[in-house]
Antibody
Framework: QVRLVESGGGLVKPGGSLRLSCAASGFTFSDSFMSWIRQTPGKGLEWFSYISSRSRYTNYADSVKGRFTISRDNANNSLYLQMNSLRVEDTAVYYC?????????????WGHGTLVTVSS | EIVLTQSPATLSLSPGERATLSCRASQSVSSDLAWYQQKPGQAPRLLIYDASKRATGIPPRFSGSGSGTAFTLTISSLEPEDFAVYFCQQRDSWPHTFGGGTNVEI
């Protein structure tokens, strides 16, 4: 079955960096578009990035543009999120998700999430 | 960006009752809307996509309707496992956005 397992979350100071990883299994990773989504109790769910199957296309929400970078390694069935210049408002549970659709996406599988806390 | 407003914020019902949840978009999203269910401590699960298509394995008591700016998720007869938070999501434009959620409670 489809499995997405995130890792790399933790506590980091404002201005710091963190790299999240997602190990994918149970499907043809190299054929799938992937995304990172985050959730907070206050702001809810935020879809802030996606990457195409061969890394040709990426996109970001304004809230993270220039600070976060999504990437993937199809040989190792892995998705990554490099987060730089972290802010307190980036504190959230971060989900690795598989998406489907064309010219717009829905999410058919979610990881369990990893908590990122940005605090001094 | 497109803002999705869900109502009510909380819906208090009993098992066996019908649940009607609303999602309104700040501009037309055609039929590019999905519904997800989230239980405490779990990731969301896709229920409905393209406004009215049930995802794989979703029971027929869940149905979606609407287009443009007004959408509805209906649960025809609530089962105990249906008490959860429900979110809508649009894919019409980037960034894709979610509604704030409706908590269906006993």
């Amino acid at each position: 079955q489809v499995r997405l397992v995130e890792s790399g979350g933790g506590l980091v100071k404002p201005g710091g960096s963190l790299r999240l990883s997602c190990a994918a299994s149970g499907f043809t990773f190299s054929d799938s578009f992937m995304s990172w989504i985050r959730q907070t109790p206050g702001k809810g769910l935020e879809w802030f990035s996606y990457i195409s199957s061969r890394s040709r296309y990426t996109n970001y929400a304004d809230s993270v543009k220039g600070r976060f970078t999504i990437s993937r390694d199809n040989a190792n069935n892995s998705l990554y999120l490099q987060m730089n210049s972290l802010r307190v408002e980036d504190t959230a549970v971060y989900y690795c998700v598989r998406v489907f659709g064309s010219s717009g996406y829905y999410i058919d599988y979610w990881g369990h999430g990893t908590l990122v806390t940005v605090s001094s | 960006e497109i803002v999705l407003t869900q109502s009510p914020a909380t819906l208090s019902l009993s098992p066996g009752e019908r649940a009607t949840l609303s999602c309104r978009a700040s501009q037309s999203v055609s039929s590019d809307l999905a519904w997800y269910q989230q239980k405490p401590g779990q990731a969301p699960r896709l229920l409905i996509y393209d406004a009215s298509k049930r995802a794989t394995g979703i029971p027929p008591r869940f149905s979606g309707s609407g287009s443009g700016t007004a959408f509805t998720l209906t649960i025809s007869s609530l089962e105990p496992e249906d008490f959860a938070v429900y979110f809508c999501q649009q894919r019409d434009s980037w960034p894709h956005t979610f509604g704030g959620g409706t908590n269906v409670e006993i």
